[in-house]
């Protein structure tokens, strides 16, 4: 009876399984930095409890190296940005919407032999932050506002935004935008401080630092489209999604659960409260009956 059961679960996910065959066993990858490690633990509990055997090999590195893993059969899939995909991997000029960048990356991987998933809520681009007083005072909501007040406000970034199209050349080529001083900051988390601590007014971030709820700063809107989305999908090897025909409904249930806001919060679990990926990630999915 419990294995007629068991068939039965196994088969409504659409997994392919006979009592010749072993459960289907799926490599889950991941980059080197807290969101990738919070989703990749998503992607690898939702499909456990789809019936597959889960491999985790997570925090491999860079953009570089989870994808070389990817086309070397080393993983068969793991979250990426379709920005990311679009200007790092394709190398093509991160131009477009979303569903531009989209049609693109799904062009641009398809010979490669490997298939994006539809994305997630979660578009984890470019950002420059205030504090609310900031943008009282200098009337800031859009990068255009910040244009015009950026001759008396210094600027904290990462060592490479100096020098990166989309960086300060982009700023000033979109925008005309140029800062009072500008002060390099590697670790994002000094930048924070510096913004905290009245050693900078502006600083670089990404959208989903939970910082920005955490401590209430402004995001000012790129208005004039200078960054392009960098919305989070799973990219995933042609021939899992072809051996596994369950592979895809579990990953894309969780991506529609997941948007900017949410994933500040499960990032804020891990690096300030210092749980573990996969206790938010299980938490997650309890909560969102996916358990």
Not at 94 to 118: C, F, H, S
Request: glycine share 10%.
């Amino acid at each position: 009876m419990r294995r007629r059961l068991l068939l039965g679960a196994l088969a409504a996910h659409g997994l392919p399984f006979s009592p010749a065959r072993a459960a289907p066993l799926l490599r889950v990858g991941s980059k080197n930095f807290t969101e990738q490690l919070v989703v990749a633990e998503l992607f690898a509990q939702a499909l456990e409890r789809a019936g597959a055997t889960v491999q985790r090999r997570v925090n491999l590195g860079g953009t570089a190296i989870a994808q070389q893993a990817l086309l070397a059969g080393e993983i068969d899939l793991y979250p990426e940005y379709t920005g990311t995909g679009l200007g790092v991997v394709l190398r093509q000029p991160p131009q477009g919407d979303a569903a531009e960048v989209l049609a693109k990356v799904r062009a641009g991987y398809a010979p490669l032999g490997l298939d994006w998933l539809d994305p997630s809520g979660i578009d984890n681009g470019n950002a420059l932050l205030v504090l609310p007083e900031t943008a009282r005072r200098h009337g800031l909501a859009t990068l255009s506002d910040l244009a015009r007040a950026a001759p008396q406000l210094t600027l904290a970034a990462g060592n490479e935004f100096a020098d990166r199209a989309d960086g300060l050349p982009g700023l000033r080529r979109v925008y005309g935008m140029e800062f009072r001083r500008f002060r390099q900051f590697a670790a994002l988390g000094l930048r924070y401080a510096a913004l905290n601590h009245g050693q900078a007014d502006v600083v670089n971030a990404y959208a989903t630092d939970w910082q920005i709820a955490t401590y209430g700063f402004t995001t000012l809107r790129d208005d004039r489209r200078l960054w392009p989305p960098y919305q989070l999908a799973a990219v995933v090897r042609q021939q899992a999604l072809r051996d596994f025909p369950g592979l895809a409904p579990p990953l894309l249930a969780i991506g529609a659960r997941l948007d900017n806001a949410v994933m500040q919060e499960l990032n804020r679990q891990v690096d300030q409260d210092g749980d573990e990926p996969r206790e938010v990630a299980a938490r997650f999915l309890k909560r969102q009956g996916l358990a």
